[in-house]
T-cell receptor, first 113, second 113 residues
Framework: KQEVTQIPAALSVPEGENLVLNCSFT??????LQWFRQDPGKGLTSLLL?????REQTSGRLNASLDKSSGRSTLYIAASQPGDSATYLC????????????FGTGTRLKVLA | GAGVSQSPSNKVTEKGKDVELRCDPI?????LYWYRQRLGQGLEFLIY????????KSGLPSDRFSAERTGESVSTLTIQRTQQEDSAVYLC???????????FGPGTRLTVL
């Protein structure tokens, strides 16, 4: 059974810092992995999607890496800003025969001005 | 263009009543997901639609929960004889296909008294 863990559960950093959020999963047979942000009281916004054959994806100040063999993904945020404050979630989909995403419980990020 | 919409945004009901939650996906998106997020917890997968068929219903917690979808359009999630443990935010997401980027609606907050 796939389990997804995110560490740390909460993080508070001063503006301008580079930071890394971690996501680990127990079953390396994944189809892809997605990173989302969730703002309070709102739905989720997709940030990056990494296919199982890829090692990383980049979008602006965000870079996500994937190491299937070790069951890990990291989300790197460069030059953090107060607007980055949100909860960040990772989710994995297994290989053929499944359609569900398994979500981690998220990292709550606060960037201080 | 229009994103995923959900209605109602909030629903308060009495224990034992039936409720219907609606999701309007992005036009042209064949894949549709329902998730549940209890307070302080991660997202739980409920059901996946491809078109109007549901190849994965494995997340529905009991036979009180059912969902249907009309073609590649609106979906309704019905909860019969609601219980207090059904209180949660119900989120809907759509995508162009299995494993593609998911676009989430704002959610329906259900409170069962």
């Amino acid at each position: 059974k796939q389990e997804v863990t995110q560490i740390p559960a909460a993080l508070s950093v001063p503006e301008g810092e580079n930071l890394v959020l971690n996501c680990s999963f127990t079953d390396s047979a994944i189809y892809n992995l997605q990173w989302f942000r969730q703002d309070p009281g709102k739905g989720l916004t997709s940030l990056l999607l990494i296919q199982s054959s890829q090692r990383e994806q980049t979008s602006g100040r965000l870079n996500a890496s994937l190491d299937k063999s070790s069951g890990r993904s990291t989300l790197y945020i460069a030059a953090s800003q107060p607007g980055d404050s949100a909860t960040y979630l990772c989710a994995v989909m297994g290989t053929s025969g499944t359609y569900k995403y398994i979500f981690g419980t998220g990292t709550r990020l606060k960037v201080l001005a | 263009g229009a994103g995923v919409s959900q209605s109602p945004s909030n629903k308060v009901t009495e224990k034992g009543k039936d409720v219907e939650l609606r999701c309007d996906p992005i036009s042209g998106h064949t894949a549709l997901y329902w998730y549940r997020q209890r307070l302080g917890q991660g997202l739980e997968f409920l059901i996946y639609f491809q078109g109007n068929s549901a190849p994965d219903k494995s997340g529905l917690p009991s036979d009180r929960f059912s969902a249907e979808r009309t073609g590649e359009s609106v979906s309704t999630l019905t909860i019969q004889r609601t219980q207090q443990e059904d209180s949660a935010v119900y989120l809907c997401a759509s995508s162009t296909g299995r494993g593609d980027t998911q676009y989430f609606g704002p959610g329906t907050r259900l409170t069962v008294l």
